[in-house]
């Protein structure tokens, strides 16, 4: 069929052609941000889930949400190693001028403030030159949000930033992904920051998103996160809701799939997003005619697998040293052998026994592969893929 309608956007971050199955998080979202705007105590949403399943999407579809609510939002990703202040203080000019508040005083107060408190990230005797700042005009506000100490300054920030917000009667959104990159004490301060702002009823909200162990990251950080947070899990899509992601973008270009395919899509994705997507790309291209059928599906299947060992494992798997890699190969081996479920946890001591090593000499492997974002440790001693169906990958490559 045509390329050129090809409605279909497999990549990480690419905004589907329909949003399919997120309704119950969308609508849990709207009460949040009525309640928070009104000062009302509320937790804040926080999306967990394997790579590939949408958390990025729909974070970003969140803070759409709260755009057209007229809340000031930013946007900032974790990396490991980087300090919190740059990132956050360009989300937060963002959201200031989003807010559109018309006292031109209050509003360079507030981008003062964030402007002190990016500042700081040098060091207090930093020269000029060597100081950062976010491209904003207004001059900084000395002696708020830059005692250095990352937990005060955020509450001062924050609060100056929400007695904005409330003044129009709005909010402000502070959306965060891959947040379990975040380093230990910028966690911890945003965990006491947004503790404090829920008990002075200020209106601003922290949203994040990350990789399923982000909850134990939280609550290792502090105990009380698990009041502060509503964790909702981001997983594969049901039959429905994976049919309408496939039917609704094809619709609009008058194609449509027969039922067996949808069968055998379904087979073939597990309902996963990512593959959702490259196995919708790969079949609408490939298809002579709508609607779609499965013997289509068959033939487009090694294209949209071959589509995926390269953008989506084999950009993965390419971080990984060869040591490492032996340590994913065993993990695969380890989870069949058990008759796990992809993507289950196993254990790491089952790990080491499989490459006949004592598991204290596999720890930088670990680790590293830890760091790397290739694997995650949901309960201490086990250890699970974050990425779906890599062991399946893994073992095919051989
Ligand atoms: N609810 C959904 N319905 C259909 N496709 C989706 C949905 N959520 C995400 N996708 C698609 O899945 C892929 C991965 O989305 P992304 O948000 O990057 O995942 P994550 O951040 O969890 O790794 C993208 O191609 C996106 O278009
Ligand atoms: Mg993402």
């Not at 060091?123 to 976010?134: H, L, T």
């Not at 100056?160 to 129009?168: C, F, N, Q, T």
Request: with cysteine; proline share 6%; hydrophobic share 40%.
């Amino acid at each position: 069929m045509d390329p050129i309608r090809n409605p279909y956007a497999p990549g990480a971050g690419q905004r589907p052609p329909e949003l399919a199955g997120r309704d119950e998080q969308l609508a849990a979202f709207e009460v949040v941000l009525e309640r928070v705007a009104k000062g009302r105590p509320e937790r804040s949403l926080v999306l967990t889930g394997l790579r590939g399943v949408g958390k990025t999407v729909l974070l970003n579809a969140l803070r759409g949400a709260a755009v057209r609510k007229g809340w000031g939002t930013g946007k900032l990703e974790a990396r490991p190693g980087q300090g919190l202040r740059r990132p956050l203080s360009s989300a937060l000019h963002q959201a200031v001028r989003e807010l559109g508040h018309r006292d031109e005083e209050s509003l360079d107060h507030v981008l003062g403030v964030v402007k002190s408190f990016a500042q700081r990230d040098a060091g207090s005797g930093a020269k000029i030159r060597d100081q950062w700042s976010p491209g904003i005009d207004a001059p900084a506000v000395r002696g708020r949000a830059d005692s250095g100490d990352i937990e005060i300054d955020l509450v001062e920030l924050f609060t100056d930033l929400g007695g904005l917000a409330a003044d129009v009667g709005k909010g402000v959104g502070v959306f965060i992904d891959e947040m379990q990159d975040l380093g230990a004490d910028d966690v911890s301060a945003l965990c006491a920051a947004c503790h404090e702002l829920s008990q002075s009823g200020l209106p601003v909200i922290v949203v994040g998103a990350g990789l399923p162990h982000l909850p134990a990251v939280l609550s290792a950080s502090k105990s009380y996160s698990e009041r502060l947070f509503r964790y909702q899990r981001i997983d594969r899509l049901s039959r429905e809701a994976a049919d309408r992601a496939l039917e609704a973008p094809a619709a609009e270009e008058d194609a449509a799939y027969e039922p067996d395919a949808l069968a055998a899509m379904y087979d073939a994705t597990g309902g996963y997003p990512y593959f959702i997507q490259a196995y919708g790309k790969a079949v609408w291209d490939l298809a002579p005619r709508s609607p779609i059928t499965a013997a289509d599906v068959a033939v487009a299947a090694p294209e949209a697998e071959s589509e995926l060992a390269v953008g989506f494992f084999g950009s993965r798997y390419e971080r990984a040293t060869p040591g490492e890699r032996d340590y994913l190969m065993a993990m695969a081996d380890v989870a069949v052998e058990q008759d796990e479920a992809d993507g289950d946890a196993v254990l790491s001591s089952d790990v080491a026994a499989r490459l006949g090593k004592k598991p204290q000499s596999l720890s930088p492997a670990r680790d590293s592969l830890l760091k790397k974002g290739l694997v995650y440790s949901g309960e201490r001693g086990r250890i699970a893929f974050t990425v779906p169906h890599f062991g399946r990958y893994l073992r095919e490559r051989g």
